[in-house]
Every structure is written in structure tokens, then in C-alpha cells.
């Protein structure tokens, strides 16, 4: 029987107890505290958290002093190891009667008692005038490991410090453990009140690795008279690690920096300053002002808080400013500006941009020249916009703010140049600063490199979104207001719970939209510049055939040549005429030669042409080739399309594979209960045919991506599209069974034949299909699709249309919905396949276009409002009138 258990009462034995090894606190402190920064920072947090105003950092390489501690021999002596910059010696003492002359007691024996000293070099100190601990204090929670009266109740956010109304940053009481990466003494003094003495307590951190248990290693603790006047707690660590790292020239800029990325940078949300002194070198923590930060090309402020009915949203604004979209930094920027700004001054493109039409789904739009911004947008997503498609569990963090700044920097201007270097800061410090930092009222907290994913834009295909060198930012959260987003131990980052999913959610929108607007807005720009020129060359003659042009020009080139040799031969025969004539008629005179020189010179000008029309390579010959080249350029680009539809459809298959073969090892299963219980065959029977329909979907599965082998690229063939479409349908009955999706097959009189390329029509529908499937179980994790699940195929006249009950097609995106890389889908978590990559309508469009034939998104409305309906036109490929 277990003690304790079953109504047994277990009595304490010998006085056993439950003890911490010394040695632990070395573990916690080299694995909670990455660096030395770090170390620093934790004890900046416990100044914050004191009510201080601010605090100071001192670092005296070159200080070194002697400290000594008096003991009984027994438990001082062992601790006698030296650390990197202290030295220790231990001096036996003389007995008491000997030291004071006091008479020895006859009934006991004195204790041997000695001295250590420890000699060190170097110190750093951390000193605030906050509200400093009593002496009490200091015995029974700063010396106690993991104490904090910060802590709140389990569930419960933290109390308030009650002068600044703050919420502490730390709860946990192992920061301090910290400091043993910058040196081996800590020593901290503290005072409530400039009356009060100053507590003291002082102790090691080698000495834990001579104690077996915390409880013995030597803590020197007492008091001292107040001289000073001080108010407030210094730490002090004594003894540095690494004096040779900190007395090189550049080390108080690099600590400077570093810490400037810990503590809040932004001036908008600094509240706590830091300042340095290092060796008698001063430095303040430099901050990004808001003088700089409105230097910014493009800002992108967010609040998520709750809207007019108590719901959660975030409210996200695009602010760009002129030059972002007016580039002036190559020749084909300013030809493109000059174009859209310098014929009206740019009322074409505003009047563009304010239509209904364009930009949609932003709730406001404002487009100015006078202001310091020419575009604002601002767009509303609800909490449903925040769900994961894989249904994990995310919870509402609690209101905060956020703000992102995009520069140009590669080449700015030289007026930002002068401006930036009239107030000390350089486009080297805003790269150094660059990504979205995490606050916490005030202090950074670490995040795992590029932990927004900012890098993704740069590979997404987006020319136009943001960039992580030219980027920087924040997110404002507060222990009031995010109380549920809980640090890691290690202070790298926050621990992986509901509520950090939803707040990185919600980040990741904050992403998208600020890439998303500036393609947007650029895109536009781009695609009315394309507009005045094609109405510019239109003004003037659209050219035809390009190669009609080549052939035309050689022609007469050839036709030129023809008559320059004609021309030479008939000259030079003139010119011999003339010249006998002047001999025989004895008329030597000057005119008569003059003329003759003259006739010569025309004749080599004309040949010199002659000469210059000669093709190295016959002409014929050379367009030829530029066809075969042309030519070859249009089959890999085909070859391109279809490569990637292929990529498509094997995405697609690893989904139908992992569906269908779940579905064998069920049925397996229940094979093998139903022999060990009956033994009769007849039990199985349904289970196999279950187990043969799975493979037989497998192999439908497979066979989306067998007919866009290379060998099958040009076959065409007669076929009812109807039939087609159907049996498409039978193929995934299974997949729409388990997604609890109806497929309807609904023809019409007279429906499409075809003569075309089975396997690229297979690749649309089921592009346009699987993209159905897709947004109706968003549409279910959402709420914004209908409860019964449908995708419908209308099998027209001309083609086929798909549809289908999910939330339709966002208005932001439809306008460029068949561009590459645009995409209406959210960002998918960090370690999951790319939630929408842009790429599948795209392919959709380019494959059919290969045919002539097209697809569109038709004007027809859903339940929200949303445009839904996908029509292919296969009119260029009807095998029949119809």
C-alpha cells in the first residue's frame, strides 16, 4: 500500500524534506537569460516595475577593489574558487580571546573563524529611485528564487504598482538569476525612503558551484546608514566577465544599439528612458523619433478593439505618400510619371482610383495632392477573418495597437539625405532596426528571427509589397489589456497558446493588408500608365504583324540594294564615257576635269551604300530564325503553364492519397474485429468492396496529373463537356462525401461539344472546383457560408459555370483575382503548406487562353453580396454550331 493512500496517514521520517540543488541556479540562469543584453534588460524591467522614472547603466572597467566577509571556517573555507576577474584568499583568524581578550568560556569551544577577501576588477551598477524595498523585503522575496510579489492569482491579471498605475513586466523572480552573465558578485542596496538605512545583501554566483544545496551558500545581509540620501535599489555585479570585450573602443555603441532594440526604440511608445555610461563615456538609448518615423514612404497604423456592438475587429489604414508611386529613380519611373502626372496633373489617376470600381472593399478611400499622404485606405476585418483554416484553437488576445514604416532607402533622395543627417540619423541605424518588433508596455519582447513572416512577401512574387530591410514596426500590447499572452521562460518569445495564436493572426492580416494596398495602389499605376500609352500609340497608327514588319523591312533593303548596284554600274560607264570624251575632244581644262572628279565621288557614295546593304546573313535566313526562336519562346511558356498545373494537381492528389487511404486503414481495421468476433466471411464482404471503391478513387485521383504528361500535350478529341463534367464528379465522389459537400451537375439543352485538350480542361475544372471546396470550409470555420455545402456546375451552350454557397469572392481582390500571386486567402501559420498562393486561376486563365477560350468572374450576386459565379467561354474549341 502507498503511504497516504486508502485513509492511511503518512507521518514525516527523520526530519526528510525536499531541497534545491545550489547548482540548479546555474542552469536557470545560463538558460533563461540569453546574453549579456539580456541580463541587463531583466534588471531594467525590475526598475520599471519599482515605479522608477528611469534608470542609469554604469560600467567601470577599470575599478577594482577589495571585499571582506567574516565566518566560521567550517562554512566559509571550501569557498575559496577564483572567477575570471575575482580573486579569493582565505586568512585563518586567531581565536576570540586572542582577537578581543576575552576569557574563553569553559563549556563550549569556539568555532575557528577566518576571512575571505575577494579582490575584483570591473563593476556595473543599475540604479533607479523607484520605490526601493525594506530590509524585509529584500530577506523574504528578492533573495528567495522565483519570489515575486508581482505575481498575480492563477487566471487573474497582475496588480498595478499603485504611483505610475503600471502592470509589472516580470512575475516570475528568476530574472535577477540574469546577472551571472555579466560577472560573479551581485550586490544589491535599496532604501524606501532617503531616512531609511540602506539594505544590503551581497553573495557569489561561484559559490553555487561549491554548495550542494542553495541553502549554503554564503549570503552576506544587513544594513547601512543612509549618508546619501538615497532612494531606490542599485544592482551592482562585481568581478565582469569578459573586461577585454568591454573595453574596446566601439563596445558602448554596440550596447547602445543592442539595448535600443530591447527597450522600445519608438518614441511614440517609449516611456522609460535608459541611459549608459561606460568608462566615462555617456551615451541615452537612441530612439527612432517621430521626426523619422514621418519620414517614412508609407506607414500602416492598425487597432484591434471592439467595434460599436462590443465585437472584436481591427481597423488597419494604408497611408502612401506620393513618391512611393512617382518614382523618379530610374528612367523608367520618371517616364512613367511624367506620363500620368504631366498631362493633367494626375486627375486622371485620382478620378481612377476614387471610382467604384477599383479598389474595393476598402471601406474608405481618400486621395489627395495637398496633404502629406496622396493615398489613404482603410479597411475593417472582423474576428471571423482571424480563424485558421485548420481549425485550430485561437483566442481573442485583448485590445492593442500596431504600427508598420516602409523607407526607401536603397537610394532615397538627397533631401531625405540633408534631413536625415541634420537630426544624427543614417539609413544604416533604420536598417539596423529593421523588422516588427513585439512590445510589451514599453520592452521588446524577443521573437525568433523573422517571426512575421516579412521575408514571404519577398518571395511571394509581389513586386510591390513589403521588403524586411526597408521595413520596420511594432505592436503595442500591455500586461493590462494582454494579460493572456504569457513569455516563455527563456524571455524568447511567448509560449504557444490559443490566445498568442489569435494575436498572431491577427499580425499576419496586418501583413497582408499593408502588401496588399501598396500592390494595389502601385498595380493601378502601372496599369493606367500601360493604358495612356496604348491609347498614345493607337492616336498614331496601331503597328500590325511584327513579323510582317521584319519581313516588309527586309524587302526593302533588298530592293534598295538592287538599285544601288544598278546605279553603281550605270555611273562608273558614264564616268569611263566622260573621261574619253575629255581626252579626245583635247579640252584638258579645268571644269571639264572638275566634273569628271565629281561624277567619281557620287559613284563611290553610292557604292559605300551598296556596300552597307549587304547582309552578312541572307535575310530570308534570318527571319527564319527569329520564327523559330519566337516560336520556341511560346512552347516553353506553355510547357511553363502546364508544369505548374501539374504542381497543382500533385498538391491535390497528396490530399486525395492521405483521404482515401485513411479511409483503407478503417475499413482494415474493421475487417480484422469483424473476422475475430463471427468468423463468417459474409461480414467482410461489404468492408472489401469499401477498400476496392478507395483504390479505384486513388487511382481516379492519380489520373488527374497522368494526362498532363508531356506526351499527352497536343492530343485533341471530341467529347461532351457534359459527360466530361460528370464523370469528373464521379471521380471525387468520395472527397465530397467526407467534406460534406454536394456536388450538382445541372445541363442544358443543347450543351457544349468540344474539340480540345481533355487534360488542360481537366486541370480548370478542377482548379475552379478544388477552389470551391476551399472556401466552403472556410466559409464553415467562418459562419459566412451557407449551412448546406454545395458546388454546382452549370454545363451551358458555350462551356460550363461553377459556383458554389461559400462566402463568394472578396471584393478587394476580384478586380485582380486571374493575376498571379493574388490571392484572397489568409496567411497560413508558421510550418503549414502556404495558404494561398495565387497561382491556381492564374494557371486557370493562361490554359485556356493556349485554346482561345477564356474564363471570368460574372456579376451575379451571393447572400453577402459578393460576386461567386465562374464562367469558362469554350466557344473558340465547340466542335459543332451550336
Not at 530612439?287 to 517614412?296: F, G, P, Q, Y
Not at 489604414?317 to 517616364?335: F, W
Not at 478542377?766 to 472556410?778: A, C, E, F, G, P
Request: hydrophobic content about 35%; some cysteine; overall charge negative.
Amino acid at each position: 500500500m502507498v503511504p497516504g493512500s486508502s485513509g492511511e496517514v503518512a507521518h514525516p521520517v527523520g526530519g526528510a524534506q525536499l531541497r534545491v540543488g545550489a547548482h540548479v541556479l546555474i542552469q536557470l540562469g545560463s538558460e533563461l537569460v540569453t546574453d549579456v543584453e539580456q541580463a541587463i534588460l531583466e534588471c531594467v524591467k525590475n526598475a520599471y516595475d519599482a515605479d522608477a522614472k528611469g534608470c542609469g547603466i554604469e560600467v567601470a572597467t577599470q575599478e577594482t577593489g577589495t571585499l571582506v566577509e567574516v565566518g566560521p571556517v567550517s562554512r566559509l573555507a571550501r569557498f575559496d574558487a577564483a572567477a575570471e576577474s575575482v580573486q579569493v584568499e582565505i586568512v585563518p583568524l586567531p581565536p576570540a580571546d586572542e582577537r578581543d581578550g576575552d576569557e574563553e568560556p569553559e563549556d563550549e569551544t569556539p568555532e575557528p573563524m577566518c576571512e575571505r577577501r575577494l579582490s575584483y576588477t570591473g563593476r556595473m551598477t543599475i540604479t533607479d529611485r523607484g520605490e526601493g524595498m525594506t530590509q524585509d523585503q529584500l530577506r523574504s522575496s528578492w533573495l528567495v528564487v522565483s519570489g515575486s510579489v508581482k505575481r498575480g492569482l492563477p487566471g487573474q491579471p497582475k496588480r498595478k504598482t499603485t504611483l505610475q498605475n503600471r502592470t509589472p513586466l516580470g512575475d516570475k523572480g528568476l530574472g535577477r538569476l540574469g546577472t551571472m552573465k555579466i560577472g560573479d558578485i551581485l550586490l544589491v542596496e535599496t532604501a524606501k525612503s532617503t531616512g531609511d538605512d540602506i539594505a544590503v545583501a551581497r553573495f557569489r554566483w561561484a559559490d553555487c558551484e561549491r554548495s550542494v544545496t542553495v541553502d549554503q551558500i554564503p549570503v552576506q545581509f544587513g544594513s547601512r546608514p543612509n549618508a546619501e540620501g538615497f532612494k531606490g535599489t542599485k544592482v551592482t555585479v562585481l568581478g565582469l566577465k569578459d573586461l577585454p570585450e568591454w573595453r574596446r573602443p566601439r563596445r558602448i555603441d554596440e550596447i547602445t544599439a543592442s539595448l535600443a532594440k530591447l527597450v522600445s526604440p519608438f518614441e511614440v511608445t517609449s516611456t522609460f528612458p535608459v541611459s549608459i555610461q561606460l568608462d566615462g563615456r555617456d551615451r541615452s538609448l537612441v530612439s527612432v523619433t517621430n521626426e523619422i518615423l514621418d519620414r517614412a514612404i508609407a506607414k500602416f497604423d492598425f487597432r484591434w478593439e471592439a467595434d460599436g456592438q462590443g465585437d472584436m475587429e481591427l481597423v488597419a489604414t494604408a497611408y502612401m505618400r506620393k513618391r512611393l508611386i512617382a518614382g523618379e529613380r530610374s528612367k523608367q519611373q520618371r517616364e512613367k510619371t511624367a506620363l500620368v502626372f504631366g498631362r493633367d496633373g494626375g486627375k486622371g489617376f485620382r478620378d481612377l482610383l476614387l471610382s467604384p470600381k477599383k479598389l474595393k472593399g476598402y471601406t474608405r478611400k481618400d486621395v489627395s495632392d495637398t496633404g502629406p499622404w496622396y493615398v489613404e485606405l482603410e479597411r475593417r476585418f472582423p474576428w471571423s477573418a482571424m480563424l485558421m483554416d485548420n481549425e485550430g484553437k485561437i483566442e481573442d488576445p485583448g485590445p492593442f495597437t500596431g504600427s508598420f514604416y516602409y523607407f526607401h532607402l536603397q537610394r532615397q533622395d538627397e533631401a531625405d539625405k540633408s534631413a536625415a543627417a541634420g537630426i544624427g540619423i543614417s539609413s544604416d541605424l533604420i536598417k539596423g532596426l529593421t523588422g516588427i518588433a513585439v512590445l510589451r508596455d514599453g520592452f521588446r519582447v524577443r521573437s525568433p528571427g523573422d517571426w512575421l513572416g516579412l521575408s514571404a512577401e519577398m518571395t511571394s512574387g509581389s513586386t510591390y509589397g513589403l521588403r524586411t530591410d526597408n521595413t520596420i514596426g511594432y505592436f503595442a500590447l500591455s500586461g493590462e489589456f494582454n494579460a493572456g499572452l504569457t513569455e516563455k521562460s527563456d524571455r524568447e518569445g511567448f509560449v504557444e497558446d490559443a490566445p498568442y495564436r489569435g494575436f498572431l493572426q491577427i499580425a499576419r492580416q496586418c501583413r497582408k493588408f499593408s502588401s496588399d494596398a501598396m500592390d494595389n495602389v502601385r498595380r493601378s499605376l502601372d496599369e493606367y500608365a500601360r493604358k495612356l500609352q496604348e491609347t498614345g500609340r493607337e492616336e498614331l497608327a496601331r503597328p500590325g504583324n511584327p513579323m510582317r514588319i521584319v519581313e516588309r523591312s527586309m524587302q526593302t533593303a533588298r530592293d534598295a540594294r538592287s538599285l544601288a548596284d544598278k546605279t553603281v554600274t550605270d555611273l562608273r560607264s558614264d564616268i569611263e564615257a566622260l573621261e574619253r570624251e575629255v581626252i579626245d575632244s583635247g579640252d584638258a581644262g579645268r571644269t571639264a576635269w572638275r566634273a569628271v572628279e565629281l561624277a567619281k565621288t557620287a559613284r563611290d557614295a553610292v557604292d559605300a551604300v551598296r556596300s552597307k546593304l549587304d547582309p552578312q546573313v541572307e535575310p530570308a535566313d534570318a527571319v527564319d530564325f527569329l520564327r523559330r526562336e519566337i516560336s520556341d519562346k511560346d512552347a516553353q511558356v506553355t510547357a511553363l503553364y502546364e508544369s505548374a498545373a501539374v504542381g497543382l494537381s500533385a498538391r491535390g492528389l497528396a490530399h486525395e492519397l492521405r483521404t482515401h487511404l485513411a479511409e483503407i486503414q478503417q475499413r482494415s481495421k474493421a475487417i480484422q474485429d469483424a473476422a475475430r468476433k463471427s468468423g463468417n466471411e459474409a461480414a467482410m464482404l461489404p468492408h472489401l468492396r469499401s477498400i476496392r471503391g478507395s483504390c479505384g478513387a486513388i487511382a481516379n485521383a492519380a489520373s488527374l496529373i497522368d494526362p498532363m504528361l508531356p506526351r499527352s500535350r497536343t492530343l485533341r478529341e471530341t467529347f461532351a463537356v457534359a459527360d466530361f463534367v460528370r464523370e469528373y464528379v464521379e471521380n471525387r465522389a468520395i472527397s465530397f462525401e467526407h467534406a460534406g459537400i454536394v456536388a450538382v451537375v445541372d445541363e442544358m439543352p443543347g450543351a457544349a461539344i468540344v474539340r480540345a485538350n481533355r487534360s488542360r480542361l481537366l486541370q480548370v475544372l478542377d482548379n475552379l472546383v478544388r477552389n470551391s471546396v476551399y472556401w466552403l470550409r472556410r466559409g464553415g470555420i467562418t459562419g459566412e457560408g451557407l449551412p448546406a455545402k454545395e458546388v454546382r456546375i452549370d454545363v451551358t451552350d458555350g462551356g460550363f459555370i461553377v459556383s458554389d454557397t461559400g462566402p463568394g469572392v472578396d471584393p478587394a481582390v476580384e478586380e485582380r483575382l486571374f493575376e498571379i500571386f493574388v490571392s484572397g486567402r489568409p496567411a497560413a501559420p508558421e510550418g503549414q503548406s502556404p495558404g494561398g498562393q495565387g497561382i491556381g486561376l492564374f494557371i486557370v486563365r493562361q490554359l485556356l487562353a493556349l485554346d482561345g477560350c477564356t474564363v471570368d468572374l460574372l456579376d451575379d450576386l451571393n447572400h453577402l453580396g459578393r460576386r461567386y459565379r465562374f464562367e469558362v467561354d469554350l466557344t473558340a474549341v465547340l466542335a459543332q454550331p451550336q
